[in-house]
């Protein structure tokens, strides 16, 4: 079993910068991969980035690529996004996830609450 929660969500103004956390507990968080999600209002859940067991191995959306950068310590159990060069369309509510990697993707089987992340224009 794997908890996850996340942290670090605020109100920033557009190209501004801003780094989540999300805390995993369980003795097998090294052995997962770890991915971040968002959903904006009125939206649908999307996947942002993801990161394998090592960190040796990231993919990322589209929409966000060169802007955020997912990492991971394994020490800490902390999986972290760094994001930057802020957006307006990059408010939503961000959540972390465990699982399995695929090829662009993240199969999800544990999810954190979700932290809010607010760009203003």
């Known amino acids: 079993q794997v908890q996850l929660v996340e942290s670090g969500g605020k109100l920033v103004q557009a190209g501004g910068s801003l780094r989540l956390s999300c805390a995993a507990s369980g003795r097998t968080f090294s052995t997962y991969a770890k991915g971040w999600f968002r959903q904006a209002p009125g939206k649908e859940r999307e996947f942002v980035a993801a990161?394998?067991?090592?960190?040796?191995?990231?993919y990322y959306a589209d929409s966000v690529k060169g802007r955020l950068t997912i990492s991971r310590d394994n020490a800490k159990n902390t999986v972290y996004l760094q994001m930057n060069s802020l957006r307006p369309e990059d408010t939503a509510v961000y959540y972390c996830?465990?699982?399995?990697?695929?090829?662009?993707?993240?199969?999800?089987?544990?999810w954190g609450t979700g932290t809010l992340v607010t760009v203003s224009s």
């Open positions: 990161i394998n067991w090592s960190g040796g191995v990231t």
């Open positions: 996830a465990a699982g399995t990697l695929r090829v662009g993707d993240l199969k999800q089987d544990y």
